[in-house]
């Protein structure tokens, strides 16, 4: 599995829009992105996942360079409920790796 | 409708006991998964279960063994518990699509404390 790196922290205001950043460099032609989230004490919720194109659904937006080298998560309209830690996940065979996430605030 | 179901949510008990966590997916999914996160909220994968078979594990202590009575269900058996195994496990299933980690359903976690 590639490695990813991912701000340890962010902010968002209510009602706005999160962008959240996820550094892939070593991702491979066949390893898909993907983007879960934890809020606090439940089990990990899937929430996006990639290859080439941007993505989109109920959820959030998924924005993949050309280079595929760094991908962005988008919420486009952050609420209290998105407060969570969200994981890039550069996916290899059979398994999921997860590093420390980015830990999303959304505040008032 | 609970996809992805655990039992017990809390678990506390004594150092050196033995111990079982079950797990269960009403999704129809061939493959199932054993996370733990432990106190630093790390998430790692223990175990991965397709149809019945072992496919992964990651280097777990042979105390843990994972069973699988058949594919919607798959249980974690912990013999002689050690305080290091106090953590939040996690039981998750996906569908299959030639090989590749799929969209992965996770349970609600089970918070084992060994004293």
């Known amino acids: 599995d590639a490695k990813t790196t991912q701000p340890t922290s962010m902010d968002c205001a209510e009602g706005r829009a999160a962008n959240l950043p996820c550094n892939h460099s070593t991702i491979s032609g066949n390893e898909y992105v993907y983007w879960y989230r934890q809020i606090h004490s439940q089990g990990p919720q899937y929430i996006i996942h990639g290859l080439k194109n941007n993505e989109t659904n109920e959820m959030a937006s998924l924005i993949i360079t050309e280079d595929r080298k760094s991908s962005t998560l988008i919420l486009p309209h952050a609420t209290l409920r998105d407060t969570a830690v969200y994981y890039c996940i550069a996916d290899g065979f059979q398994k999921l790796v997860f590093g420390t996430g980015t830990r999303l605030l959304v505040s008032p | 409708d609970t996809a992805v179901s655990q039992t017990p949510k809390y678990l506390v008990t004594q150092m050196g006991n033995d111990k079982s966590i079950k797990c269960e997916q009403n999704?129809?999914?061939?493959?199932m998964y054993w996370y733990k996160q432990d106190s630093k909220k790390f998430l790692k994968i223990m175990f991965s279960y397709n149809n019945k078979e072992l496919i992964i594990n990651e280097t777990v202590p042979n105390r843990f063994s994972p069973k699988s009575p058949d594919k919607a269900h798959l249980n974690l058996h912990i013999n002689s518990l050690e305080l290091g195994d106090s953590a939040v496990y996690f039981c998750a299933s996906s569908g299959r699509d030639r090989g590749r980690a799929d969209t992965q359903y996770f349970g609600p976690g089970t918070r084992l404390t060994v004293l």
């Open positions: 999704l129809g999914h061939d493959t």
